[in-house]
Each structure stands twice: as C-alpha cells, then as structure tokens.
C-alpha cells in the first residue's frame, strides 16, 4: 500500500499532514522523498534538526550510548549523561545565576512543567500567557491552556484548565491597540500594569508570565527589546517570575545560543526543547537555584524523561554548537535571508511584512498593504508551488499567511541561495 493510503486509512484524522509527501531519508539540508525526489528542507521538522539531518557526529553519540544503556528510569537510579546534560545546560545558560535543570521529553512537557515550578514554588494560583502563542498541544494543562489560538489546538476541548490568563502580546505589525511603535509608548504593557492587573489578576495572584521573544507559531513576531525589559522590571517590583519559552526559537536559531540574550534580561525559568538533541525526544527546564532547589521530591520527573541516549546526544549537541559557532553562523545565515527577503518585499506587494532573528526569518503576506487582509490563501498556494519544485516550507501566524524560513544551521549556503530563489520564484507565479 502507498504509504500515504496507508496513513489515510491507520492514523487518526486529528493528526494532520502538512506536505503529501513520505521522506524516506535526509542528508544535512536535503531530504528525499520514497520516489527519490530531491526538496531543499526549510522546516528543519519545525526547527528540530538545526545541526542537520543525519549528522553523522550525532549518529555516533547515540550509538555508543545504545551498546551501554538504552534506558533507565532516572527515578529510580542515576546515571551520567542525565547530569552531565544537566550540568552543560546549567553552565550555558543566560545570566550568572547559578541553574538548576530537570529533563522531560516534549516541549509540551517542559512548559507545562515550568509552569508547575512557578505555582509550586511561589504559591500562587494563576499564570498569564499571550495571545498568538504556541506552548505546546501534547498535554490537556497548562501548555493547552497557555496557547494563544482556538483553532486548531483548543478545538472541542472547552472548558480548559483554570488559572491562565491570555494578554496581547506587542505585535507591532496587528497592533491590538491600532498604535505605531515606538511612538506607542508600549501601550499593551500599559494595558497590563493599569487595566489588567485591575480588572483581572492582581500581580500578588500570579506566579509567572511565560513569554516567547519570538513567537513560534505566530508567525516568528519579535517582542520590542523595551517591551521585554519593562516587562522584567514590572515582574521583579511584583515578585512575578518570567518564564522563558526557548522551545522553538533556542539552540542558536536565532544568532545566539538563547533568543532572550537579545533582550538584556535573565529569565527565572526557561523551557526549551525541539533542537536540544536534534530530533530525539527530550527537553529540559533550566531554572535559578534558588527557584529550583524549592521543588518539593516527587512532583516531578516522568519514566522517559532525560532518556540515556537523547541525553548522549543533546551532549554532543552542545560541544558542536559551541566549538563550530553555530550561533555565528546563523546570524550570517540571517543576514542572508534577511537581505533576500527585503529584496522580495520591494518586488511584491503581496508580501506585508518581513521580520525574524538570526535565521529565524519570516514573511507576511497580505492582499493589500494598507488593510492588511491576510492572503492565506495565496501563502498556500507559494508553499505548494516551492514544494513542487524542490523546497519544503512552513506557514504559520494567527491567520495563517505567514512563511516562516526553518532552514538547518548546517546548510551550504548555494543550498540556501537556491531555496531563497525557490521562494520568489513561487510567489512571482503566484502574483502574476
């Protein structure tokens, strides 16, 4: 049976297929389908293989780690590459305090988990997310509960669980308020600090805001750097931790090793996952020592959690990172996509908005620049076309008339240039 009749017949509707193709193996930037065809992948499996796939330095990892222990449950007894990962994060993450680390296996499990350490360790009831977020799908809690879009995620769920709150998150581009940054005078955290925190949760009911700096799947929108800082200041004068959602936009993506060192600020908490070991399940929450070590024994962990040979790798994912510069490398890669995007953005007015960090760039297309009617059915079309000619992009934002560019921080840069002419290649045939 064609292995796509065999999906359509075995696996559940709810899960949804993005591109009608079946990939049977990948090299770095290439992927190749059961038909041998050849696509150029700008998804990296939604920002999961920034290393590439099939890295060989990766493959060895996991298979030495295999002929010695392929799993125990860390609950139950220790072993090496759990605290040794635990110990390589610490040391890398943002700020000078000193870190303490629990791992999971999803991101899902690691916002969710982030969240469980705010509540438990300050002793309050309520937790407030942002509109247009993603924080994961995986789990029917909090991470649901802190996603910023109905549909799909939240779709014949209702009601969620208590105790989150939703606020705009400063989307320049779709300002909630109708305001122009910066002559806005950051009029959404306005809203929190005097309407908010009056109306809805006073800050002395919150144990955490949890923020993306880059929204993932709305659309790879950037948070204003006075915004975030503001922020900070208000949570610190009320006690309130900041929990740093690395998932998607961490591990270098965005031209440094964390998307919050762009900021200026040290988060509380941050949860990341995705790229961590390159596509094996797993995922870590790095908190503050003295946030961490008040965790009460027991109430957390999991049986997969921190598995021996995701472990292997995500260590071997760190000394790459840190001895290639990856980081580096993508803020050149940026530049790169950047410079081609703005390019595209002066040709075609189908195209609204440009914005991203580092190699995490996107566009928003729309009808018409002035009322900003999202073209989501045009962003399907350019996706379906690119991917008729050999690249695989993603879509994403609140109404889904974004192109976000996942490309791996591995790839060649003729691979790169090709799968940017690709992309204007597509809409070029798409607004003609």
Not at 93 to 122: D, F, H, R
Request: net charge neutral; hydrophobic share 40%; charged share 25%.
């Amino acid at each position: 049976m064609d292995p796509l009749e065999a999906r359509s017949k075995y696996v559940m509707k709810g899960v949804a297929l993005y591109h009608p193709v079946t990939i049977e193996r990948g090299a770095n930037a290439k992927l190749y389908d059961v038909n041998g065809k050849e696509y150029i992948d700008f998804t990296s499996g939604i920002g999961v293989a920034n290393l590439g796939h099939a890295n060989p330095e990766l493959i060895k990892a996991a298979e030495e780690q295999l002929k010695k222990l392929w799993h125990m449950c860390f609950m139950v007894v220790n072993y090496k590459p759990y605290v040794e990962l635990a110990e390589r994060l610490a040391k890398i993450a943002p700020g000078s305090s000193e870190k303490m680390v629990l791992l999971q296996n999803s991101g899902s499990e690691a916002i969710e988990n982030a969240i469980k350490v705010a509540k438990q360790v300050t002793g309050r009831p309520y937790v407030v997310a942002y509109e247009n977020s993603f924080h994961g799908r995986g789990t029917y809690g909090y991470a649901l509960a802190s996603t910023g879009k109905y549909k799909p995620y939240k779709t014949g769920f209702d009601p969620l669980i208590p105790g989150v709150e939703l606020i705009p998150y400063p989307y320049c581009y779709r300002c909630p308020f109708k305001q122009e940054y910066p002559s806005c005078g950051l009029a959404c955290l306005d809203y929190v600090k005097n309407w908010f925190s009056h109306t809805r949760v006073p800050p002395e009911r919150v144990a955490a805001f949890i923020i993306e700096m880059v929204q993932g799947e709305g659309g790879f929108v950037v948070a204003p750097r006075d915004y975030v800082k503001e922020l900070k200041s208000f949570l610190e004068a009320n006690s309130i931790l900041l929990i740093d959602d690395e998932v998607q936009a961490g591990w270098g993506r965005t031209g440094k090793m964390w998307a919050v060192e762009h900021f200026g600020i040290e988060p509380d908490i941050i949860a990341t996952a995705k790229a961590i070991a390159n596509g094996l399940p797993l995922s870590a929450v790095i908190g503050k020592r003295e946030i961490m070590e008040n965790t009460s024994p027991g109430s957390f962990g999991g049986t997969y959690g921190g598995n021996p040979v995701a472990c292997s790798v995500a260590i071997k994912v760190v000394e790459i990172m840190q001895r290639d510069r990856i980081p580096e490398r993508a803020a050149k890669l940026g530049d790169i996509m950047r410079k081609r995007l703005e390019e595209m953005f002066e040709k075609y007015e189908l195209i609204g908005d440009v914005r991203g960090l580092g190699a995490m760039q996107a566009i928003e297309l729309v009808r018409d620049r002035r009322s900003k009617e999202p073209a989501a059915d045009e962003t399907m079309r350019v996706i379906n076309k690119a991917r008729e000619k050999g690249l695989l992009l993603l879509r994403a934002g609140v109404y889904l008339n974004v192109i976000r560019l996942h490309p791996p921080l591995t790839i060649e840069e003729d691979n790169l240039m090709r799968g940017l002419d690709i992309l204007e290649e597509s809409i070029r045939e798409v607004v003609s």
